[in-house]
Structures are given as C-alpha cells and as structure tokens.
Nanobody
Framework: QVQLVESGGGLVQAGGSLRLSCAASGRTVSRNAIGWFRQAPGKEREFVAGINWSGGGTAYADSVMGRSTISRDNAKNTVYLQMNSLKPEDTAVYYC???????????????????WGQGTQVTVSS
C-alpha cells in the first residue's frame, strides 16, 4: 500500500513562491505517474500538474502553465511542485495522487489515481 504525504503549503503574498512536496512511503512510486490536484472552497477538485513515471513527460493546467514546475526524485520517492508568481486564485487545498497502473501514460482524470494524500493548504493573500 502506498501512503502519500504532502508538505510545503502555507500563507504567502501574491507574487510569492512555494514548493510543495509529496513524499511516498509503503512502496516505491517510481513506476507510477503522479498528479497534483487542488480544491478551492465551493469548487470541484481540479488537475493542476502531473508527471509520468520517468519524469520525462509532464502536463499542466492552463491556469498554472508557465508559473509552475513539477519534478520528481525517484531515489527519494518524492515529487515536487514549484509554484511561482502565486495569485489569490491559487488558494486551495493541494493534493498529490499516484496513478494505479505502472508505467502508464500520464492522465488528468481523477479516476486513474488510486492513492491520495491528505492535502496541504495553500493560501495566497492579495
């Protein structure tokens, strides 16, 4: 079983930066694509960014494209999301998730993700 723990959230002013981490335990996730999702109050959870198992393929939501970078360190069983030029509309709980299949292509649909962390709060003040 895979456990995912997010960290790195917090309160930041608009224009600032945060680096979120997603640490996996229980077994390696080096064969799984990993996604970051977020849920703002009163809104549905949405895909933010994803990275395939090798790190050679990434995808971003239009809302964070150019401001965020997802990366992974398979030796540390950890995935990162660097977010720059943060905006108040980035305020949300951020979740990382691991796709259930090994060596599969990166997808944005939540249904492909079997393992989820508990989330970390990101609050951006104006």
């Amino acid at each position: 079983q895979v456990q995912l723990v997010e960290s790195g959230g917090g309160l930041v002013q608009a224009g600032g930066s945060l680096r979120l981490s997603c640490a996996a335990s229980g077994r390696t996730v080096s064969r799984n694509a990993i996604g970051w999702f977020r849920q703002a109050p009163g809104k549905e959870r949405e895909f933010v960014a994803g990275i395939n198992w090798s790190g050679g393929g990434t995808a971003y939501a239009d809302s964070v494209m150019g401001r965020s970078t997802i990366s992974r360190d398979n030796a540390k069983n950890t995935v990162y999301l660097q977010m720059n030029s943060l905006k108040p509309e980035d305020t949300a709980v951020y979740y990382c998730a691991a796709q259930s299949s090994w060596y599969s292509g990166l997808v944005r649909a939540e249904s492909a993700y079997a393992y989820w962390g508990q989330g970390t709060q990101v609050t951006v003040s104006s």
